[in-house]
């Protein structure tokens, strides 16, 4: 059983920035691929990012292309979302999830495990 605690949501003005933080308790965080996704109110969650498991390849959605970067310290079993030039629609509670066996994982179904998820709000 792995276990994922998100941190570091707030509220911030649009044009500011937010780092997510993700801790994952187990002893094989650094062989799964980690995702972030978000959800915001009366949305479907939707995929923002995720990075392999050694931390050199990563993908990103369109929408936070360039604005986001999504990075993990194997070392503190943890994955991180910086969030720079944040809009309001980025407003969302964002989740992190640890994808057991798939590499390429984009899809909420290829994910195995969520945490509870932190909220973001950002103001215009």
């Known amino acids: 059983q792995v276990q994922l605690v998100e941190s570091g949501g707030g509220l911030v003005q649009a044009g500011g920035s937010l780092r997510l933080s993700c801790a994952a308790s187990g002893r094989a965080f650094s062989t799964y691929t980690m995702g972030w996704f978000r959800q915001a109110p009366g949305k479907e969650r939707e995929f923002v990012a995720r990075?392999?498991?050694?931390?050199?390849?990563?993908y990103y959605a369109t929408s936070v292309k360039g604005r986001f970067t999504i990075s993990r310290d194997n070392a503190k079993n943890t994955v991180y979302l910086q969030m720079n030039s944040l809009k309001p629609d980025d407003t969302a509670v964002y989740y992190c999830a640890i994808a057991i066996t798939r590499t390429f994982a984009s899809r909420q179904t290829d994910y195995d495990y969520w945490g509870q998820g932190t909220q973001v709000t950002v103001s215009s």
């Open positions: 990075i392999n498991r050694s931390g050199d390849s990563t």
